[in-house]
């Protein structure tokens, strides 16, 4: 697949390895890239998924919960083939030694005292619990109820339906972590993000969490909780260099939803 971005220059990224120049890019090409994620997005949501849900079986809004779970896997899993592709195009090279650099895969570093690591990964825990309580306090607009995958889930069609369900389980697991460790994250905190202070400077990372809260077309009432989400994410991604900070933060959510729905599967 071929993809052409406008750059702004090949300068080097703050803390970056000598070794990997990540490139800034223009407007024009932090806006290709946001609307090569969310449009396929809105698409397979309000589109796709319809028609999927008419093939599915079962009873009340399972069918719709079916195909939600197919179309966003699929939306998911495409994130991270375009984060790939754009990487491989830019660096030349898919070595993990190299992508680990231009996607900021590493450990994070203090913008005070240098210090790498160690104590660093403490700060994960108060920016979790921040990252909920932005979610919880800023439910504004409820999502509708064939849409609300809690409320399926605690239906007793949607019991039903996840009762002895391993493969559908298994379906989940690859939704969640294509959506927070190799989807979403992987494509907004560690491929565009330090990519974006050519155009944005020092208020990059307030560009990208309106960016990221501008891709939920797909699921449009999430967007005011996800606003806010920019500080327990986006900032100290920048902060300390690290897409880690971000991809830890919003994972928790992940573990704790596959645990809750394991008793069900089982």
């Known amino acids: ?33 946001w609307a090569a ?17 008419d093939r599915f079986a079962g009873d009340g809004h399972v069918p719709m919960a079916k195909a ?33 650099q231009a996607l900021w895969l590493r450990s994070p570093r203090s913008p005070r005292t240098g210090r790498v690591g160690g104590r660093l990964w403490l700060v994960v825990i108060p920016l979790i619990i921040g990252f909920t309580l932005a ?15 809690a409320t399926i889930i605690e239906s007793d069609a949607g019991k039903a339906f996840l009762d002895g369900a391993f493969g559908w389980y298994a379906l989940i697991l690859v939704m969640f972590l294509f959506n927070t460790v190799l989807g979403e994250e992987l494509l907004f905190r560690g491929f565009l993000l330090p990519r974006m202070n050519g155009a944005f400077g020092r208020r990059d990372w307030v560009a990208n969490g309106l960016l990221f809260a501008g891709y939920h077309l797909h699921v449009p009432w999430a967007i005011p909780g996800t606003l806010l989400e920019m500080f327990f994410t986006a ?28 008793p069900l599967v089982l």
């Open 235 to 262: 900032y100290p991604t920048k902060r300390y260099r690290s897409a880690w900070i971000g991809i830890a933060v919003h994972s928790a959510q992940s573990v704790v939803l596959a645990i809750l729905l394991l």
């Open 135 to 149: 979610q919880e306090l800023v439910a504004i607009v409820a999502a509708p109820e064939d849409r609300n995958f």
């Open 68 to 100: 939600l779970i197919v179309s966003l896997a699929i939306g998911m899993v495409w994130q991270f083939v375009l984060v790939a592709t754009l990487v491989g195009r830019e660096q030349g090279t898919l070595r993990w030694s190299t992508v680990r």
């Open 37 to 53: 994620a969310a449009l396929p997005m809105a698409v397979l949501a309000w589109l796709v998924a319809p028609v999927l849900a």
């Open 1 to 33: 697949m071929s993809v052409s971005l406008p750059l702004t220059g090949t300068a080097r990224a703050e803390g970056a390895v000598p070794s990997v120049e990540i490139p800034q890019l223009r407007i024009a090409g932090i806006l290709a890239v």
